[in-house]
């Protein structure tokens, strides 16, 4: 590194004092204080960024992920030099940076990553002080590329959960607050979940039987839930191309809430463009307009790319994964020792009956029950009808109470 700092500064005094210099375009500060504060900032911007991707991304993405991210930013980098030249000692930095960043446990790494933010810096000071009109604002271009780089990665760390964390985290922590305000004699509880309610309920009877524990529940219900839409036809396999992790930089998190809160108008007024977008949510005339605009405007949030690149796995062969890619749930459902109601819509676009059947079919023959909502002639049942439409009183939740006094021994 100090072979690679002398030949900077022996470049830059042999440019100084040639006559071409003085065909510079690029404006100096007499003092040098002006270039120097600039240049350390950017190194600061450069260290940050890279040590953002090597230990808050450690967690959010899989083996080998974070490469492909921290390529990505090379690559936009390499994009401003044009000069053959300095391309090439980019590459070669390029290649020390990426192999630095998989050493994440080496005491250190940041201390040399900075070592390689100041040589990466050094390079674009060189292409700035070249007279080639391409490189004239090098600087500002690559500090521009590092700070909008910068601001995805925190709105990524921001947003930094997912269904693990909701799986190992916020479920035992809602089970705990409910047994001690309910006191169960058994210490069991009865559980109902719809969507991915549903799937962290198949995930924890999943995770429970491979680890030899008891789960904790006496009974679930699972309500438009899987853990396997490989064999059906899911609108949500809309989802799939966020599955490669260079998109998940493009889109860190999917703001659904604010989407269809701004699409509502288009859905459900004259000229109906959008009225698509309600099928997906509710059968016809299935719920009552108030209640469906309310659902639209409140109930829906952004969404982490993190969750979204672990609920994609859900489409792939064997079904949803662990975060490691490594444990597949559906699996370890055969191991499921507990009474469980899975029901399904006959319209659910979102989690069709063929997605449920592909989850209700690993699971003890003697201990599931199933049952899809809806006739042929009507009514009809999509994803939220099963919670909120306005027959569920009447033919959902009944069927729900029924077989959960069957097991509720308090």
């Given amino acids: 590194m100090e072979s690679a700092a002398k030949d900077q500064e022996t470049a830059s005094a042999a440019q100084s004092t040639s006559p071409s210099s003085e065909l510079s375009s690029v ?4 003092t040098g204080l002006s270039t120097v504060w600039d240049e350390s900032m950017l190194v600061s911007k450069l260290t940050d960024t890279f ?10 993405l899989s083996e080998g992920q974070s490469m492909i991210m921290s390529a ?8 401003l030099l044009e ?17 630095l960043l998989e050493t994440r446990e080496n005491s250190g790494v940041a201390s040399q990553i900075r070592d390689l933010s100041q040589t990466l810096v050094n390079i674009v000071e060189e292409g700035q002080k070249s007279v080639s009109p391409q490189l004239f604002d090098l600087h500002d271009r690559l500090t521009s590329t ?35 305000e309910c006191k169960p004699k058994d210490g069991k509880l009865l559980a109902i979940g719809h969507s991915m309610g549903g799937i962290l309920l198949y995930a924890r009877t999943a995770r429970s039987g491979f680890e030899g524990n008891d789960s904790g529940f006496a009974a679930i219900v699972t309500l438009a839930s899987s853990v396997d839409y490989t064999t059906s036809n899911s609108r949500l396999k809309l989802l799939v191309p966020l599955a490669d992790p260079a998109q998940a930089l493009n889109v860190p998190v999917v703001p659904l809430g604010a989407m269809l809160a701004a699409a509502f108008p288009l859905s459900s007024r004259p000229p109906y463009v959008l009225s698509w977008l309600n099928n997906l949510i509710s059968a016809q005339d299935m719920m009552h307009p108030e209640l469906l605009e309310k659902l639209v405007l409140n109930n829906f949030c952004t969404i982490p790319a993190k969750l979204l690149l672990q609920l994609t796995t859900a489409f792939r062969e064997g079904g949803l994964r662990d975060r490691s890619g490594k444990f597949l749930y559906k699996d370890h459902l055969h191991k499921c020792n507990i009474p469980v109601l899975a029901l399904a819509g006959d319209q659910d676009l979102i989690c069709p009956p063929e997605a449920v059947e592909e989850t209700v ?16 002639g009507g009514p009809h049942y999509a994803h939220y009808d099963l919670v909120g439409g306005q027959l569920a009183v009447e033919q959902v939740y009944p069927a729900i109470v029924e077989f959960l006094s069957q097991h509720d021994s308090v």
């Fill in 361 to 376: 079919k690993v699971l003890p023959k003697h201990l599931v029950t199933y049952k899809v909502f809806g006739e042929s």
């Fill in 83 to 99: 000069d053959t030249q300095l391309s090439e000692r980019l590459n070669e930095l390029r290649e020390k940076l990426l192999s």
């Fill in 27 to 30: 404006p100096e500060d007499p």
């Fill in 51 to 60: 040590m953002t991707l090597s230990e808050s991304l450690s967690g959010f």
């Fill in 72 to 79: 990505k930013l090379f690559d936009q980098i390499s994009t």
């Fill in 146 to 180: 590092v700070v909008d780089f910068q601001k995805q990665l925190d709105l990524i760390v921001k947003y930094d959960w997912d269904f693990d964390h909701y799986l190992e985290e916020d479920v035992p922590t809602a089970m705990q607050y409910i047994k001690a």
